[in-house]
Nanobody, 125 residues
Framework: QVQLQESGPGLVKPSQTLSLICTVSGGSITTKYYYWTWIRQPPGKGLEWMGAIRYSGGTFYSPSFKSRTSISRDTSKNQFTLQLSSVTPEDTAVYYC?????????????????WGQGTQVTVSS
């Protein structure tokens, strides 16, 4: 059974870079045709698709976040990471990682095969 677990700092100061890790267990992030995605939900708002990394390492970003976002992976640890630079209080959200067989560029939870429990990140000085 594949499980995803997000980890990272719960509090980040404005202008800093937010870094989150998603650790995948029960399956490999290099399994063919799988995509590993970051999604967030600001308070009182809907889910936002941020970007994804495919099994072969290629990356895809939402235009809304592309200039500030980097997604990478560590295959030796079976982890993929999100870096979001120049954060502001508007980046306060619950951040989720998810996995799907095939590319999914929506934030509809049912379209993903795997979904982490989410981690709260607050941007505040």
């Amino acid at each position: 059974q594949v499980q995803l677990q997000e980890s990272g700092p719960g509090l980040v100061k404005p202008s800093q870079t937010l870094s989150l890790i998603c650790t995948v267990s029960g399956g490999s992030i290099t399994t063919k045709y799988y995509y590993w995605t970051w999604i967030r939900q600001p308070p009182g708002k809907g889910l936002e698709w941020m970007g994804a990394i495919r099994y072969s390492g290629g990356t895809f970003y939402s235009p809304s976040f592309k200039s500030r976002t980097s997604i990478s992976r560590d295959t030796s640890k079976n982890q993929f990471t999100l870096q979001l630079s120049s954060v502001t209080p508007e980046d306060t959200a619950v951040y989720y990682c998810a996995g799907s067989r095939g590319m999914v560029q929506t934030s509809t939870r049912d379209e993903y095969d795997y979904w982490g429990q989410g981690t709260q990140v607050t941007v505040s000085s």
